[in-house]
């Protein structure tokens, strides 16, 4: 069992924040968030996150063009803002990833594969995604992921040979809590959830 | 900052389960899974995953159809296993979860924002997910997700109307540790990530 103090900094009193203070993300703080979700359960150990962290001024405004106007500023003043990507040849890792069993890749490779690779890279992605966000909280920092930004103006500027696909945005840093919306509301149990 | 004790739990020690013991899984602990993962964030606070929670040799037996021949017996013998699905008309619910926006319904709403709707739901019912599987074992459950079934059966036998779609399973339960696999690697921070 986890305590209550460990589970309200990863998930109850957690918040999405817009507005970052000053203080910089160190190199050490962003290997931590990694150290600490690579252990996240992926299908047959396949592991296809890629993360570009974007902290220079040169990172950020290549970002830039492809942000919906809402995200634009927040995302520029953010300390770091990380690009959550997916693997489209993963499987290619998994004879070292998944070594007991030497036929996992074939269940990816090839043209008539290519829909359920990207399915797989997708799902577990986002899994990783998730473990992520939770990753950088248990590191100390405040997260605020976004889906509004134009993916294939994200995968032109920095995955231009196609292998690799944003999936999501997540700007890090310490939270300046003046700026957070009134909490959304989430669904009971009884609405989303049944026993059979 | 979150303990070590607690990461232990979450991520570093813990481990896919296939066997369990026979310690049955309470309402209780179902619920309180849910009550930890609803606030792990989503896009626009969608919330689009769905669980049904197989517990009866009844809901079991219908979902034995739909199982590689791989993930078969052990599903039948875990005291739960998760059917976790998204909803692929979650927009509807935004009017109510996202209320300072009450255009949200129409970024997702209608034929030629349908594919959009459904990339949605599924990153997002993934990530939660991945809310879904810490939380379980932050309630002290050990957990076997799996993608080794046909999604279209599950589909048809328990979202039958076509508007809740399969994403994956869980097993639930407390684990017998002698099963376990030896664990497998991960990659290095300069494997997957750049700081730019």
């Known amino acids: ?18 507005l970052f203070s000053d203080k910089p993300v ?25 993360v570009v962290f974007l902290r220079s001024k040169e990172g950020k405004e290549k970002l830039a063009p492809a942000l919906s106007p809402t995200n634009l500023d927040k995302t520029m003043k953010a300390p770091v803002t990380a690009i959550i990507a997916f693997d489209l040849r993963f499987y290619e890792h998994l ?12 269940w990816f490779e090839g043209e008539d594969k290519k829909a359920h690779a990207e399915t797989t890279a997708f799902r ?15 590191a100390g920092l405040d997260c605020g992921p976004m889906s509004g930004f134009d993916n294939a103006k994200v995968d032109a500027a920095f995955f231009p040979d196609g292998r690799f696909k944003s999936n999501f945005l997540v700007n890090l840093g310490y939270g ?21």
């Open 1 to 18: 069992m986890v305590d209550d103090r460990a589970l309200e900094v990863l998930f109850r009193n957690a918040r999405t924040h817009n």
């Open 176 to 196: 300046e809590g003046s700026a957070l919306m009134p909490r959304n509301p989430r669904f009971a149990f009884d609405e989303v959830c049944r026993i059979l």
């Open 124 to 138: 577990n992605g986002s899994l990783q995604g998730a473990y992520f966000i939770l990753a950088a909280r248990a």
């Open 26 to 50: 160190s190199d050490d703080t962003l290997r931590r968030i990694h150290e600490i979700m690579k252990w996240g359960p992926t299908s047959a150990n396949c592991q296809p996150m890629r």
């Open 95 to 106: 004879p070292r990833m998944f070594a007991h069993n030497q036929t996992a890749k074939s």
